[in-house]
Nanobody
Framework: QVQLVESGGGLVQAGGSLRLSCAASGRTFSSYAMGWFRQAPGKEREFVATINWSGDNTVYTDSVKGRFTISRDNAKNTVYLQMNSLKPEDTAVYYC?????????????WGQGTQVTVSS
């Protein structure tokens, strides 16, 4: 069982930055691929980024490439999402997710979400 707790969301002006954190419980964090999803009001949840267990392989959805960076610190059981050059369309609830060993876009565990609001 893995519990995920996100933090770092908030209100920011367009062009600003935020860093989301996701703290994971358990002693097997390094065995999980980690990812971020987001859900805007009235829209379906969408994939944002993923990182493999060692941190040397990342994948991003096209709309955030060059602006967002996913990283992890296995010693701290934490995954991060650095978000730069934020746009109003990035407004959403952001969810952290974990999948055992290999990422196949079907997470085993989800966090509760953190709200990100970007004002124009």
């Amino acid at each position: 069982q893995v519990q995920l707790v996100e933090s770092g969301g908030g209100l920011v002006q367009a062009g600003g930055s935020l860093r989301l954190s996701c703290a994971a419980s358990g002693r097997t964090f390094s065995s999980y691929a980690m990812g971020w999803f987001r859900q805007a009001p009235g829209k379906e949840r969408e994939f944002v980024a993923t990182i493999n267990w060692s941190g040397d392989n990342t994948v991003y959805t096209d709309s955030v490439k060059g602006r967002f960076t996913i990283s992890r610190d296995n010693a701290k059981n934490t995954v991060y999402l650095q978000m730069n050059s934020l746009k109003p369309e990035d407004t959403a609830v952001y969810y952290c997710a974990a999948q055992w060993e290999h990422w196949t876009y079907s997470p085993d565990y989800w966090g509760q979400g953190t709200q990100v609001t970007v004002s124009s």
